[in-house]
């Protein structure tokens, strides 16, 4: 049985995911582009590291941790305090603003799914296929210039005297999908003379909860070999080293609700939903009355999701204080869903079910663990 009315929360101003890349940047010699995280700050004033290492396992939020490890192995031990990811909590967004210090109205990757307007699409932007299809879209997502944006990596290489390297599936020459390929990549790079800062990303444990759920032995056992796999990898690191264990998000069990199956509602949809399901942008038709449409979905998922217009999202800075370009406001639509319980929102039948999910606002999605091990 689901929790009710679990604690929800923001991201926490000065101490989340887009303050931690901006500590990297300002370590590594650039300049960085907002505030930085003080926790990391301290760490990096008292020791000249010669190798930063950031490691992101995807969905490993606080409340992960805490469920399937005990407070004696190696990551809880060097748990020093919890951050908070960014809005939405999805991977997405949170490992953009990660890999470029910025929030996602400035850089632009908003979640899962994107509506543009020029090719009248709702993108699986990742995947560049339209939404809960396997039809490619038109343009590659990575390729239109509004989407496009410096990563911290390319900046540290590009303006400083120091060194960044990828230890992840997507780089060309050296793709690292299994832990153990990450960490031999790993060691490897710190071998390197020069200062460098590497970026490593696994894929688990948020694919395994996704289908498994949060009560998996399949999940228990990965995380415990993810722990294994990283104290190994803090023994193999050479001195003068720091390696930083971060997620981009964390996991909550759901429900799924689906606009088809409330016709008056779903009537008054121009096109279907986008960014998540648990962040669910909403385009109504042009001859829909606002309050009636508010009044019928409040009437339905008053208990599920916070609704807040186009002009309140903007004036909030829900997805951050500065927006990129115009395909971000195309994405606020009318209305953002912004979910507060365990229910995500389906377009139709077509759409996905997962056992977990995150992009709302609890406690369990938002909050994700800095953890910090010095050699």
């Known amino acids: 049985m689901l929790e009710t009315n679990p604690k929800i929360m923001w991201p926490i101003a000065g101490k989340n995911l887009v303050n931690l890349s901006n500590s990297i940047l300002k370590e590594m010699g650039s300049l960085p582009y907002s505030s930085t995280l003080v926790e990391l700050d301290k760490i990096f004033s008292q020791k000249n590291f010669k190798n930063i290492v950031l490691i992101l396992y995807d969905g490993m939020g606080s409340c992960i941790l805490d469920r399937f490890l005990p407070k004696t192995s190696f990551l809880q031990k060097n748990k020093i305090c919890d951050i908070s990811s960014i809005f939405p909590a999805t991977t997405t967004a949170a490992t953009t603003s990660i890999l470029t210090g910025l929030e996602p109205s400035e850089h ?30 038109k343009q590659l997502t990575k390729n239109r210039p509004e989407m496009h944006y410096e990563n911290i990596l390319d900046k540290i290489n590009l303006q400083t005297p120091n060194d960044a390297y990828w ?14 390929e990450i960490e031999s990549r790993i060691c490897d790079l710190c071998h390197i003379p020069n200062k460098k800062f590497i970026y490593a990303y696994y894929h ?13 032995p399949i999940v228990k056992e990965e995380m415990l070999n993810i722990n294994f796999m990283t104290e190994k990898l803090y023994k193999s690191i050479p001195q003068n080293s720091l390696l930083i264990i971060v997620a981009d998000h964390g996991h909550i069990a759901c429900q799924y609700k689906t606009l088809s199956d409330y016709p008056p509602l779903y009537d008054m949809l121009a096109r279907t939903t986008a960014i998540e399901t648990r962040a669910c ?95």
């Open 281 to 375: 942008a909403i385009k109504l038709k042009n001859n829909v009355d606002k309050k009636a449409f508010e009044h019928l979905f409040l009437q339905e998922f008053k208990n599920d999701f916070k609704l807040f217009s186009k002009n309140e999202v903007i004036q909030y800075n829900l997805f951050g204080k500065h927006i990129k370009n115009d395909i971000v406001t195309d994405n606020f639509a009318d209305y953002i869903a912004v979910s507060i319980g365990h229910t995500c929102l389906r377009y139709d039948e077509k759409g996905n079910i997962f056992k977990t999910a995150h992009a709302g606002i609890s406690v369990d999605e938002m909050l994700v663990p800095l953890i910090i091990a010095e050699k």
């Open 204 to 216: 688990n444990p948020d694919k395994l909860m996704h289908e498994n759920g949060l009560n998996s």
């Open 167 to 180: 230890a992840w599936p997507f780089d060309e020459k050296y793709p690292c999908c299994t832990l153990e």
């Open 108 to 137: 632009g990757w908003l979640g899962w799914d994107m509506y543009f307007k020029d090719d009248d699409e709702t993108v699986s932007i990742f995947k560049n296929t339209l939404k809960d299809s396997v039809s490619p879209a």
